[in-house]
Structure formats: C-alpha cells, structure tokens
C-alpha cells in the first residue's frame, strides 16, 4: 500500500472538515425544508402533495447529481467538485428566500439536490480515500463524514423553529435567509482545507459498473430512500399537529441531529463485518424500529425515543454501502460504486415524499403514510441480508 502522504497526517481533522458538505447539502440544503414546511403549506395554501413535490423535486435534482457525479469528478477532480457543489447548495437556500413562486423555489430545490448529489459522492470517495491512510481506523474515520449531515439538522433544528416563533406566521422566508447564512459560515473551512493534491482527482478513473452482482443491495438501498424521506419530511408536521410547538419541534429535530455524534463509536464494530449486506441488514432494521414508533402515538417521550433511535441508525445506513463499496471494489472504481449506490437511494427518495403526500391527502392521515415509510425500511434491511460479497 502506497504510504500515507504528508496531507494525512491528520486525517480525522480533514474528514470532518470535508463532512461539511453533507452539512450544507444534507442537514440543511434538504432536511431544514421539513423545519418550513407547515408554514409555507399554510403561508402558500399547499396540498400536502404539493408540500411532497418540493422534496421530490430537490430528489429528483439529486437522482440527476449522482448520474453524472462521477464525470464530474472525472473532469474536475474530488476536491474541486465538492467545493464547487457545496457553494451552489448555499446559493439554492438563498433562492428559497426570495420568493414564495412555485416554480423558482422548486428550481432552487432542484439546484440544491443535484449539488448535494455531486458533493456527497465526490466528498464520499474522497473520505474514503484519506481514511485509507490509517486502515486500522478506516471505518471509525469514514464514519465521521457521514455524521456531517447531523450538524446541519442538529443546528438548523436549533434556530428554524424559533426564528418562526419569534416572526410569526408567514416568516417562512426569513427562516430560509438565516439557513443561508448558516451554511454560508459552515462552507469557509471547506474552501480553505489543504488537501492534498493526490486527493483531489489524480487516478481517479470512469469504470464499468454491473448491477445484477449487486441487485438486492441496490433494491434495499432504493427502499430506505424511499422510506427515510417520508420520516425526515413530515415528521415534524407530525409533531406539531400532536399540539407540538416550537421547543417540541426544535428538540424532536435536534435529537435526529445529536444522534450523528455518537453513531462512528456505535456502530464502528458493525461497519467493520465485511459479510455482504450483513451491516446494512443491522443498522437499517433499527433504522425501521426507530421510524415505526410513531405508529404508537404522540408521547414526547415516545417521540423523542423515535428521532434518538432513527437518528443514529439513519446516519449510519449511508456509512455502511461505502464500506461496502471499499470493501467489494478497488479503490479507483468508488467513485463510480457510491455514484451507483447514490442513483438506486435517488430514485426511492424522489418517488417516496410524493408517494407518501398523496396518501395522506387520500387518507387524511399522517399515521398511515409514516406506517408506509416504516414498512419500506424494514423490507429494505430484509433484503440487504441476502447479498454476498462481489466476486472480483
């Protein structure tokens, strides 16, 4: 193994560094969105279903981001991209404060899941490629890039719920400006970072992917993505029609958040089986327990066993398929791996919000639309259970 260069000589500082990313594309650039939802919906007289396109829209953005991610970053390298992609996350929030028109907010949507999509797989092989540099601690570091996404739904749920108390109804606007902001200060040190030169693009090649060795995995991935997104999009409208306000909402929400800070030292024995979908079966099953407790009730406890639960398994589902991908493929192929892995979560989470806002417009219950997502998750982590290691 090539030895670790000088760039790696704190690998932990820089993965967290580059976490970043998913902070401004995930944490904020899409979950924030379930923080403003109820006020836009009222402030804009949405349907459910139109509430649910905006986040099948910002998917689908995404689904598009992880289909030429890998060109991307072929052309510009990791580094580059991940930069690039993140700014125009920042400049996607800034568009959703401007303007309650239909169209140019699900542009900016749009805008922000396809350069979430570019700046998670790029950022993702990036990760794994510094984390290399310490085997032995692989897994714990590439674990901590994914518990970026956490920061920005911990600190988002930390301002969103009160900027909209303190303002009033119709507020929903100044909400967005003070998430641009927020990320705007989060994407600085990513800009500054020093990575090293060979992180930022060198060998980094285009390479055949096959599905049919991977099929039931990427089945079961496309299931959480299905799945996660009606939880992460209208709990908090669950939380408030329970008689939730704003400290509910901002404590349910930061709960999800927290849990991201313990999941490298939770699951970092997990991550480290190298048995096929075994991980994956493990982590995404508590996952599914974590989003069907919610079936019970509106208990604040029982609310907040649920986000503690689904947090800390959420982040880690994402973890575990690139160690996946790090354990079945060569370490140039990754890129094209997450981008394969990032298309089949793509495509269930552009069809899920929509999916799920019909229902309950059908139904007229939020319940049973969350009994749905629930129900995808557990099918999900029964299936990963089937897939084996690929034969090289």
């Keep these: 193994m090539r030895a670790p260069s000088p760039s790696y000589a704190h690998p932990a500082r820089l993965i967290l ?4 990313a998913p ?9 924030a969105y379930s923080l403003v939802l109820p006020d836009m919906r009222d402030s804009l007289a949405w349907s459910y279903s139109a509430a649910g396109f905006m986040n099948t829209i910002n998917a689908a953005g995404y689904l598009v981001g992880a289909l030429f991610a890998s060109r991307v970053i072929q052309r510009f390298g990791l580094a580059r991209s991940v930069r690039w992609s993140t700014l125009a996350c920042v400049l996607s929030l800034a568009l959703c404060a401007v303007s309650g028109n239909f169209v140019l907010l699900s542009f900016a949507r749009v805008l922000a899941g396809l350069a979430a999509a570019v700046g998670f797989v790029g950022g993702g092989a ?11 601690r692989a897994n714990f570091l590439l674990s901590l890039f994914y518990a970026g996404p956490g920061i920005g739904i911990l600190s988002s749920g930390l301002v969103a719920p009160f900027v909209l108390q303190g303002f009033g109804a119709g507020s929903w606007w100044i909400v967005w400006w003070a998430m641009t902001l927020l990320a705007g200060l989060m994407t600085v040190p990513l800009l500054l970072a020093p990575f090293h030169a060979d992180s930022i693009g060198g060998g980094i090649v285009r390479t055949e992917f096959s599905i049919m060795p991977v099929l039931i995995y990427l089945t079961a991935y496309f299931l959480f993505g299905a799945g996660y997104i009606a939880y992460m999009t209208f709990m908090i409208a669950y939380v408030r029609d329970g008689g939730g306000g704003a400290a509910a909402q901002s404590a349910f929400w930061s709960l999800i958040g927290v849990s991201a800070f313990v999941t490298p030292w939770v699951w970092r024995r997990v991550l480290a089986l190298d048995r096929g979908g075994l991980a994956t079966t493990i982590i ?11 079936i019970f009730g509106h208990s604040p406890i029982l609310l907040a066993i649920s986000a503690l639960v689904f947090g800390v398994a959420f982040f880690a589902v994402v973890g575990s398929t690139t160690a996946f991908v790090r354990y079945n493929y060569p370490p140039k192929a990754w890129p094209t791996a997450i981008a394969a892995m990032t298309i089949a979560f793509g495509i269930g989470q552009t069809l899920g919000p929509i999916v799920v806002g019909a229902i309950t417009d059908a139904v007229g219950s939020l319940s049973f639309a969350l009994n749905v997502s629930a129900a995808m998750l557990a099918l999900g982590a029964v299936l990963s259970a089937f897939q084996r290691k690929v034969k090289p």
């Design 284 to 294: 995404l099953g508590v996952n599914a327990l974590g989003a069907s407790l919610p």
């Design 126 to 136: 990036l990760a794994a490629t510094i984390a290399q540099s310490r085997p032995e």
């Design 17 to 20: 560094i580059l976490s970043l």
């Design 23 to 31: 902070t401004v594309g995930l944490g904020i650039g899409r979950f």
